[in-house]
């Protein structure tokens, strides 16, 4: 799966969140365009790039939300909704731990990206 995406000229990918204003621009020959305006979460600068409307239907800039790999989605698929007995059983399950460090070690060498405001 290597779709395309926008990218700003630092070469940071740009998400949802980063579009500012979108404009469409229909044709009369070729694809119609779909300008994007964003700022850019890495180096701040707002720019403005141009993508074919099919490719800004197919959710070009969702693909950073699926960092799952197709294997992974068919499985969570599958799994269907989150059911409530499944929502009681994890809470069961927090109540039970008594030391929660155990967890925050686990996230210990989480670091909040830059976009994360
Ligand atoms: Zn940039």
């Known amino acids: 799966m290597n779709r395309t995406a926008i990218r700003c000229r ?25 300008a994007v305006r964003y700022r850019c979460p890495r180096c701040k600068k707002v ?36 059911e409530m007995d499944e929502l009681v059983e994890f809470h069961k399950q927090l109540e039970k731990l008594d030391d929660l460090n155990e967890i925050n070690n686990e996230f210990s060498d989480w670091v909040p990206t830059d976009d994360e405001e």
């Open 10 to 34: 630092c070469g940071q990918r740009i998400g949802e969140r980063e579009v500012m204003h979108t404009g469409y621009y229909p044709r009369m020959f070729g694809p119609s365009l779909v």
């Open 47 to 82: 720019d403005e790039q141009y993508v074919r409307q099919e490719e800004w239907d197919s959710g070009i800039l969702r693909d950073d939300a699926i960092e799952a790999s197709d294997n992974e989605m068919h499985d969570f698929i599958k799994m269907g909704p989150i």
